[in-house]
């Protein structure tokens, strides 16, 4: 009983900026963990950034040092701050929460997914 909207998604060329964020809605009890992950055409899903119910974060091994990743409780949102982007950072990215409700103490949930595209 829980959407996940991501925002924030278009083309930019190599060495800029983009900031993609994620509202979460519904019958939500309290978020754990929130995060986001990308996948390339023709590649597997992979990490790009994870905030933990902890509020500790991880970051995938190619985007550390560029991307930040952001938590406003209050709103239920997460957001992935993007610079120095480069053309193998082009992929759809899908915004993940693992979320606290009425029914369950933790389910994941994902959402559609928003295509960034980087040119050379």
């Known amino acids: 009983q829980v959407q996940l909207v991501e925002s924030g998604g278009g083309l930019v060329q190599a060495g800029g900026s983009l900031r993609l964020s994620c509202e979460a809605s519904?019958?939500?009890?309290?978020?754990?963990?929130m995060g986001w992950y990308r996948q390339a055409p023709g590649k597997p899903r992979e990490l790009v950034a994870l905030?933990?119910?902890?509020?500790?974060?991880n970051y995938g091994d190619s985007v550390k040092g560029r991307f930040t990743i952001f938590r406003d409780d209050a709103k239920n949102t997460v957001s992935l701050q993007m610079n120095s982007l480069k053309p193998e950072d082009t992929a759809v990215y899908y915004c993940?929460?693992?979320?606290?409700?009425?029914?369950?103490?933790?389910?994941?949930?994902w959402g559609k997914g928003t295509l960034v595209t980087v040119s050379s």
């Open positions: 519904g019958n939500i009890i309290r978020i754990n963990s």
């Open positions: 993940n929460a693992d979320v606290w409700t009425r029914v369950s103490y933790g389910m994941a949930y």
């Open positions: 905030s933990t119910s902890g509020r500790s974060t």
